[in-house]
């Protein structure tokens, strides 16, 4: 059996085709269309080290990931061959198109579905794709679904609201798109997106060679996403505050327990309607 981008993409469109778990319960149609993105890294990068200058410290590099992990289950451990995949899950163009229309403050109940449900299923299809792995005898792993790895810090000493496991940083390493003013990750499918990310034991080309160097190479700087966010948290000036994001997204969850009867927070309002929701923007589009 070759383990190769094919091999991804199928599994993937597989399980988004055919779980329960990528069904809407509203209507029962997918929370994720099923063409998705997959990208490889050498889990060797050094952009991994790099991203401990980035990010901060406490976030784990490909390799001390994996080693906390044969540690955790006493299992042998070889680290020379690791690479890391990520993939993006596109939102579908129903909840894409009621959270652009039902408001200007809250989320749709779509939206607030996928942030919910939509999460399970990326956590669900990452356990897949390990077990997956484990039948053809490839050990694998998925930090955040790994709870004595995963951790978010709410303040740290470079700031706020960083994780040690970060999705979109492993998109970027895997040469899939590129962050945006919003702090959104833009990529062929759109910012609005969910994505996933794992460690896998086994030699898989690298895509570094399609990571520009500029990590917001692909935002045209069209601040779209400004009049967007019904908090002011995006400025050309500060970019992305994420404390003063957090609090409105937080601040969603007594609507959507009246309104939908589910307990989360989302919001998601800089993704939608904005140049970058279903692509890669274009300069005129500036
Ligand atoms: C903590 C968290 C939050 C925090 C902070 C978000 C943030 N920007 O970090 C809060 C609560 C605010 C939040 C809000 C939301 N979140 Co959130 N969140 C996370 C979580 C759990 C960890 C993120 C993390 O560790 N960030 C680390 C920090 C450092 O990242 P950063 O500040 O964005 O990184 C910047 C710097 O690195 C900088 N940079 C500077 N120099 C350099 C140099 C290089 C080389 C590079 C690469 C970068 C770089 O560029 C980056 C962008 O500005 C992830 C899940 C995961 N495990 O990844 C989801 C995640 C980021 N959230 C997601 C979503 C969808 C949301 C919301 C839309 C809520 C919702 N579901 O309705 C909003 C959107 C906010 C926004 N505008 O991005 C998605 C993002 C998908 C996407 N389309 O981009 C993720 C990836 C979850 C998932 N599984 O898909 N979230
Ligand atoms: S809406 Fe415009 S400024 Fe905002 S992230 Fe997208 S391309 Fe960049
Ligand atoms: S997720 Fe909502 S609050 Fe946060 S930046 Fe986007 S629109 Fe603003």
Redesign the pocket.
């Known amino acids: 059996m070759v383990i190769d981008k094919k091999w991804f993409l199928d599994k993937i469109k597989g399980f988004l085709s055919e779980d329960e778990s990528n069904k809407i319960k509203v209507d029962g149609s997918f929370i994720f269309d099923p063409d998705v993105l997959v990208g490889f890294c050498d889990g060797h990068d050094s ?1 991994f080290e ?2 401990k200058e ?3 410290d406490f ?1 784990l590099t490909p390799v001390e990931a994996y080693t906390k992990y044969c540690e955790k289950y006493k299992s042998p451990c070889s680290t020379e061959n690791l690479s890391v995949v990520a993939y993006i ?1 596109p939102i579908s163009q129903n909840t894409k198109k009621e959270n652009l229309e039902y408001s200007k403050e809250m ?1 749709s109940e779509r ?1 607030a579905h ?2 919910l449900f939509g ?1 399970q299923a ?1 956590q669900k299809l990452q356990k897949y794709l390990v077990a997956e792995l484990k039948k053809q005898e490839i050990d694998a792993v998925a930090p ?1 679904t790994q709870g004595y790895m ?1 951790r ?1 810090h709410r303040k740290h000493k470079k ?11 492993m998109a ?2 895997a040469g899939l798109g590129s ?1 945006g003013l ?4 833009i990529n062929e499918k759109g ?6 990310s794992l460690i896998v034991n086994y030699a898989l080309p690298s895509d570094a060679d399609k990571r520009p160097t500029d ?2 190479y692909y935002c045209t700087n069209c601040g779209s ?1 400004i009049k967007r966010c019904p908090k002011g ?2 400025t050309y000036e500060g ?2 505050d ?2 003063s ?2 609090e409105h ?2 601040s969603t969850i007594p609507y959507i327990k009246n309104n939908y009867q589910i307990n989360i ?4 309002l ?2 939608v309607g904005v140049p970058c929701s279903d692509g890669i923007p274009s300069a005129e589009d500036k």
């Open positions: 952009i790099e991203y980035i990010i901060g976030h899950l989320p939206w996928t942030r999460e990326n955040m995963f978010i700031g706020v609201w960083a994780s040690t496991w970060s999705h979109r940083h970027f390493a962050f919003s702090d959104g990750f910012i609005a997106m969910r994505c996933g990590p917001y996403c948290a995006i970019r992305h994420k404390q994001c957090s997204v937080m927070y989302s919001c998601g800089c993704q």
